[in-house]
């Protein structure tokens, strides 16, 4: 799907040499690309995204709200949970409309208020034209039967835009690269350096033992698992895309310094992939490292170059930070999140984080999630109430062992569940069952087909 929109200024907005004078803000976003694959120096495969980590600061414990495209995308957008933006799947799932709400104040709609132009380029994800995000410019691009070179267009558009671009007004501009999400396909110029980067996760051979059945039996069906070989395969072709795509990266980042104004840049991925932890393949269902961990990287002129921030981060709070970095002043509506640590705010970091899952390709699996700088707890619900994981990060930073049904760590799981059962009422959670309700599914559109016998809420 292709939609054009025009860059006309929206009528009112405000003007003069204060707006002028603020940075042009650039959100990069890959999809599915794990945190794990930043070669952290090595220029062999990301030399720009490395580029970019050398003059801004890399997040080493940064997470997505969701490790699904749509729900993660809609809190990029908003600043809200997806069940605060009523985005808990991807659009048509299970009969859910999916779509990110109108009522909703987006961080286009931010900027835009400020004077600057803004313009979406690529991937969207929500099913409708980007102008209902708040975007007065743009192309969207659906994948189509190659992700390289789809990836390459949106490239070109964003730097046609970029060069054409009234060199005194500022822009917020987000570019949104379909790689490295599958059907994976091997980019033939990266290749064998790809392969000579592979390597098998330490937790490729978990029994999953104590963990919930679910995903044993999602390790068994045809599409959940892995052979060595085949991850190795499977793998070079991922870093492989992952390479391809951080050349369109540094092709963007150059036609924006050629405007020679300040900049912002966010660079990050709305969620991971398992590419063989624990044996597994792909996303959503599964509460690991591997899937809710995300690249972020973010450059600016308050940032000094180089750094390297440890603390906790969910990218809820990321679209606030971009505002702040700009001088740009947050929604009124929008509810009171910190900045990503050390950056607009100069603290550590929240101490802990929450992230949340419902449904996915997989299946009806719902649990919230609590992480706190040493522990992460997981607790299901619906028809999986009862489950529970509970994973010490220091000690086993694999996730090998859940110990949510270990004596010794009952008191910290009792806590943890409190904790994250808090936070899901403060923030205006439901019952499972309403999600499930027309009310919520449809939001006043029409249904949308699904046939997926593996989704079978009860």
Known sequence: MTTEHGADAAPGSPSGSAANRRPDVVLLICDQMQAQRLSWGDPSLTPNIDGLAARGATFDRAYCSSAQCTPSRASLQTGLYPHEAGVMVIYG??????????????????????????????????????????????????????????????????????????????????????????????????????????????????????????????????????????????????????????????????????????????????????????????????????????????SAPQITPGTRVDGLTVNVELPGTLLDLAGVQRPEVWPDRPSVPSVAGGGAGPEQIFMEHYGSYWGFHPFRMVRTDRYKYVRHYGPGEGDAELYDLVADPHEMVNRAYDPDFRPIRDDLHERVDTWWEQTGGRDWKYYESDEFRLGGADTLSWDNELWAPT
Not at 100 to 117: P, Q, V
Not at 283 to 293: A, I, V
Request: hydrophobic letters at 35%.
């Open 93 to 298: 799932f299970g009969g859910h409309t999916g779509h990110l709400d109108d009522r909703h104040t987006t961080i286009a709609h931010a900027f835009s208020e400020a004077g600057y132009s803004t313009a979406l380029f690529g991937k969207s994800h929500f099913g409708y034209p980007i102008d209902r995000l708040g975007y007065d410019g743009g192309v969207e691009r659906g994948a189509g039967s190659s992700m390289a070179k789809v990836d390459r267009q949106i490239s070109d558009d964003a730097i046609e835009y970029v060069a054409d671009h009234d060199p005194d007004r500022p822009m917020f501009l987000v570019v949104s690269w379909h790689q490295p999400h599958p059907p994976f396909e091997p980019v033939e110029e990266y290749l064998e350096r790809a392969r000579d980067a592979v390597e098998i996760p330490a937790s490729f051979d978990d029994d999953l033992a104590g963990r919930p059945l679910y995903q044993t039996a999602r390790r068994s069906h045809r599409e959940g698992s892995y052979t060595e070989e085949g991850l190795r395969e499977e793998q070079a072709e991922y870093l492989s895309m992952i390479a391809a795509m951080d050349h369109e990266v540094g092709r963007v980042l150059d036609a924006v310094a050629a405007r020679e104004r300040e900049s912002v840049v966010a660079f990050t991925s709305d969620h991971g992939d398992m590419m063989g932890g624990h044996g597994l393949r792909l996303k959503g269902t599964f509460p690991y490292e591997e899937l809710f961990r995300v690249p972020l990287i973010i």
